[in-house]
């Protein structure tokens, strides 16, 4: 490990070093192996969100509460500490430049995470593709990548939505409510565009984002879903 | 011995915990949605499940007809491949065994198939010997759109990824042919209990 770098209250990012590492595409993850020292194993499975141009693994994981895992990453480890991993895994959330666009990506929470590492990697290859995130979140301090997020938006195609679900700043520009087809419409490309959809986050985010823009006439294979389940951690 | 992970406890252990569930996996207690795209909604007046391909007569089946066949209900263990098990899920279904009842065919493999375009392929053997079902109902009640419903595969032996949801059919073929995850990355059987999670597993 080669450090940590806060990113919210709950959040932290793991910047690993990984000796062998084969590369990895945006969008896929890589799984954990911790070992306790009576031998006992837990497995879990992480988006890894750099861009497969760095030639370091970032993993941006979030504390669940009475998570077994999350709360040891976010919590306990530090600079030095070695992690077994395994990866990359994933050959279906993906998207590589190449791949071309419209780019629609919906984020859920720490759904960004991989969504990131597409981001990463649009602007690691100078792509100006049109590229439109929505990052829902349940209050301004959730959001993860925000200084990061403004500075990729800053022309070049990508155009940056935020919908705070629970509460706002004072001064917030942004949308304050679920994401529903409205604001959807408003985020854009419309189904006519074609574009790729990547939609991850909760369950329930994911299904209702892609019922919504199937309901707004995409075609449901345009969409890739990637859930994280409230479950594990 | 694997590399020990510095400071990692994990949770408090029982001692039966580990034998009952295959390796790497972890036992939840709800029911998490994992699937590639949009989830597929189909009415039950347009559903119709068949069984094709290299058979001598191939054989279909609408929603009531389903229903009218022998159904079990049963309780089983399930593992995903993305880690968790979850354990004693009740089931109601129609066995494989009876709607291959009476079908002739040479064919080794099966590609089962869905709305919403997903495919998975297994053994012929591996859906046969009262190992696997046409289910519609979980926990008593109709399967939910989000878990496959009305109707999904259910092949508990394997990753949960070879229990097709949304399956329409299952089509049999005499050649194997990887379906979609088996396509991309994921192992082609799926045995938990060899731990066949990718394809270099």
Same mark, same amino acid.
């Given at each position: 490990?080669?450090?940590?770098?806060?990113?919210?209250?709950?959040?932290?990012?793991?910047?690993?070093?990984?000796?062998?590492?084969?590369?990895?595409? %945006? $969008?896929?993850?890589?799984?954990?192996? /911790?070992? =306790?020292?009576?031998?006992?194993? *837990?497995? !879990?499975?992480?988006?890894?969100?750099?861009?497969?141009?760095?030639?370091?693994?970032?993993?941006?994981?979030?504390?669940?509460?009475?998570?077994?895992?999350?709360?040891?990453l976010v919590d306990e480890v530090r600079a030095g500490d070695e992690l077994e991993v395994r990866g990359p895994v994933g050959g279906y959330f993906t998207w590589r430049v190449r791949d071309g666009g419209p780019l629609l990506l919906l %984020? $859920?929470?720490?759904?960004?995470?991989? /969504?990131? =590492?597409?981001?990463?990697?649009? *602007?690691? !290859?100078?792509?100006?593709?049109?590229?439109?995130?929505?990052v829902s979140a349940r209050s301004a301090v959730d959001l993860l990548y925000r200084g990061e997020l403004r500075s990729l938006a800053d022309g070049r195609g990508l155009a940056l939505h935020e919908t705070l679900t629970r509460e706002q700043p004072v001064g917030w520009t942004g949308f304050a409510r679920r994401m529903d087809a409205e604001m959807l419409m408003e985020v854009g490309p419309p189904a006519l565009a074609r574009p790729r959809v990547f939609v991850c986050g909760p369950t329930a985010f994911v299904e209702r984002g892609a019922d919504l823009l199937v309901g707004l006439g995409h075609a449901p294979a345009a969409i890739r879903a990637e859930r994280f389940g409230p479950t594990g951690g | 011995m694997a590399h020990i992970t510095r400071g990692f406890k994990g949770r408090p252990r029982r001692e039966a915990d580990a034998s009952s569930i295959p390796p790497g996996q972890y036992v939840v207690s709800d029911f998490p949605v994992l699937s590639a795209g949009p989830t597929p909604r189909t009415a039950l007046d347009a559903w119709t499940f068949a069984i094709d391909g290299a058979v001598d007569t191939p054989a279909s089946w609408s929603w009531q007809e389903l229903l009218a066949l022998p159904q079990e209900t049963f309780t089983v263990d399930v593992h995903c491949v993305t880690k968790w098990t979850k354990l004693d899920t009740t089931w109601t279904g129609v066995s494989v065994d009876a709607l291959l009842d009476g079908l002739e065919t040479e064919a080794d493999f099966v590609t089962a198939w869905s709305d919403g375009g997903y495919t998975t392929n297994l053994p012929l053997e591996d859906l046969t010997g009262g190992r696997a079902w046409v289910v519609h109902r979980f926990g008593g009640e109709p399967l939910e759109p989000e878990h496959g419903g009305p109707a999904r595969l259910l092949v508990p032996h394997l990753y949960l990824w070879k229990s097709a949801k949304w399956v329409r059919g299952l089509t049999l073929t005499l050649e194997d042919e990887?379906?979609?995850?088996?396509?991309?990355?994921?192992?082609?059987?799926?045995?938990?209990?060899?731990?066949?999670?990718?394809?270099?597993?």
């Open positions: 490990m080669r450090e940590v770098v806060a990113e919210t209250g709950r959040a932290r990012t793991i910047v690993l070093e990984v000796r062998g590492w084969p590369g990895h595409v %945006a $969008g896929q993850h890589l799984d954990l192996r /911790l070992t =306790a020292e009576d031998g006992y194993q *837990a497995q !879990r499975s992480y988006s890894i969100a750099s861009a497969p141009e760095d030639e370091v693994i970032a993993l941006t994981v979030e504390r669940i509460d009475d998570g077994e895992v999350s709360p040891f %984020a $859920g929470g720490s759904g960004v995470v991989p /969504l990131m =590492a597409m981001l990463r990697h649009r *602007a690691a !290859r100078n792509s100006t593709v049109d590229t439109r995130l929505l | 990887p379906g979609f995850w088996e396509a991309a990355g994921y192992h082609n059987r799926g045995d938990p209990w060899r731990e066949q999670r990718y394809w270099n597993d």
